[in-house]
């Protein structure tokens, strides 16, 4: 069974002042309603945007180079001493 425990956190709240914004706002793709004459306010509908803007058709050019190695910085392969292990046996290995 489930207890279920209620915390009460009081926090500390920084108070803003609030200042109304100043400016105009246009609406945009505005369509107009048929006007009647019971209806003296102003209205307008905005659509929703139908297009955005049109993505770029051509690819970027990528620039990439080949890596070649040089010789002198290449290390020369070693070959080690055979696994001391006698024929039927697997190998034991240090790592495991």
Do not use: F, H, W, Y
Request: aromatic share 0%; hydrophobic share 25%.
């Amino acid at each position: 069974m489930e207890e279920v425990v209620e915390d009460t956190v009081e926090a500390e709240t920084e108070t803003a002042t609030l200042r109304p914004v100043q400016g105009t706002l246009t609406a945009l793709n505005v369509v107009e309603k048929e006007s009647n004459d019971e209806e003296a306010s102003e209205t307008a509908t905005l659509r929703p945007v139908q297009r955005l803007t049109p993505l770029s058709t051509q690819p970027k050019e990528v620039k990439t180079a080949t890596i070649t190695p040089v010789r002198q910085m290449v290390p020369k392969k070693q070959r080690g001493p055979p696994p001391s292990s006698k024929k039927g046996e697997k190998p034991s290995s240090d790592e495991s």
